[in-house]
């Protein structure tokens, strides 16, 4: 007998009527139709039953901080890591902690199962690095969680900054981090790209680099990224975080640069509520959107991902954990409103990040682990039009979350009792 099967599941694909059978943690098959003897039988009615997920950019060890010590008024990246300076001083284990649970407790409730989480390493004292260390280890049976070393006041602007960050390795941090732009010099940014990738090479790491989160068009660290990739064989492990400085970029250079990204299979983490929201703000009118040139770098042939970044922290004010709004905000701001274009949306929050993580096991078949997500939508882009609420979440076969259908009751004359918002397609 199976312990689950789920029956008359969409899947993102565009494949209807499917079954999902699950046993022992594990998908043992998918087919249209299956009927087999089950613990449990869900009947997922058409709806579309989705990968869980993943978050390829986010900063675990400063959210739920909205309003510590004070707000960001401005608004703007520079501003934002002033507060986290202030904030620093004040931080507990304990606080660090009971905030980034409560976080994955929201995350789970949306779908959200994996999340790769940039650490501050800038202090000795390396207070963030244990605590979501110590985090990692709590949700271990219900989110992979990844984190990356990540050198918040530049690793080379800070005393000591190269070796916080090999001590942070030391303790288990899984991936090399790095932000070149913010170092003192154009020069000190691409050296501290040259170490860090050494770095990684030499201790078998995966390098995500926060990468020309600027609009400043001569921001070029990502070029340096791509060449010292490709000279080390990182070829594939290696992410570029933000990149909105290829905003501004004339497009003579970016097709030159992209096809130097391309070469270096280059992993490309847009973030697109935090992009628009905190680049060109030193702009009256026309103001740039600030987000990367996603569909150009898709078109390109680059791994492509959407990631969530903040929520309610030093730089935004925002946010709850649904990567399905950030996969819609990325949508209207690239304008990738064709078909094609919010398939392409939806593979930016499920299968894209999965494959920059290096997830193994990830997806929907046989063979791979029975971690899913039922939602109240029929297809990917219903998902993305709805925001569709996550009706059952299940990691490694068993539902570790549910949220009712979103039914609202109607009193109109001549007109149903209730609405749904589904199409009727």
Known sequence: MLDLLIRNASLPDGRKNMSVAVQDGKIAEVSEGLQAPAAEVVDAQGLLLSPPFVDPHFHMDATLSYGMPRVNESGTLLEGIALWGELKPQLTHEALVERALAYCDWAVARGLLAIRSHVDTSDPSLLPVEAMLDVQKRVAPYIDLQLVAFPQDGVLRTPGGLDNLQRALDLGVDVVGGIPHFERTMADGAESVRILCELAAERGKRVDMHCDESDDPMSRHVETLAYHTQRLGLQGRVTGSHLTSMHSMDNYYVSKLMAL?????????????????????????????GMTRVPELMAAGLTVAFGHDCVMDPWYSL??????????????VAQMTSRAGMQQCFDAITCNPARLLGLQGYGIEKGAHADFVLLHAKDPVEALRLKATRLGVWRR???????????ASLNLPGRPASTTLLSAR
């Open 397 to 407: 076969g068993q539902r570790i979350a549910s949220t009712p259908a979103p039914v």
């Open 261 to 289: 990204m391309a070469e270096a299979q280059l992993g490309v983490v847009s973030n697109p509520l935090i992009n628009i929201t905190i680049q060109g703000r030193h702009d009256t009118y026309p103001k740039r959107r």
């Open 319 to 332: 946010g709850s954990g649904d990567a399905l709004e950030v996969a819609s905000m990325g949508l209207h």
